[in-house]
């Protein structure tokens, strides 16, 4: 709706001060299914007939090179490091929604 879930997953799951692998596991495994839940409305509201059925391979593909290339980032990262390293992006994250609703605010 506002384009918030990631940001709000990653605070709801550091919460549970799981360990790197467990929460990737988990914020993966509910990404799926919301957007699990979103494609029936996607599909009904028209979506497959404004996207060429010839970009779903590619965009398939660039999903699983998304998730390769992030999985071997986040390996990258010490167990120690990662919780903070997912504050830091959180906080990063609060600023920038923070700013672009000052600017829609003036």
């Known amino acids: ?4 879930g990631g940001a709000l997953r990653g605070a709801f799951l550091s ?3 799981m360990p790197r692998d467990e929460y990737l596991a988990n914020a993966a ?9 979103r494609l029936p409305v ?8 404004s996207v060429p059925w010839t970009y779903y391979p590619l965009l398939v593909a660039i999903a ?3 998730a390769f290339i992030g999985r071997r980032l ?3 990262i010490a167990q120690d490091r990662f919780r903070r390293v997912v504050f830091a ?10 700013v672009r609703w000052a600017q829609g605010a003036a």
């Open 64 to 66: 699983w090179l998304g």
């Open 74 to 76: 986040v390996a990258r």
């Open 15 to 17: 919460a549970f001060r």
């Open 29 to 37: 495994a509910v990404a799926f299914a919301v957007d699990v839940t």
């Open 89 to 98: 992006l959180l906080f990063l994250t609060g600023i920038v929604f923070t």
């Open 1 to 4: 709706l506002i384009g918030t």
């Open 42 to 49: 996607y599909f009904g509201e028209g979506f497959s007939r």
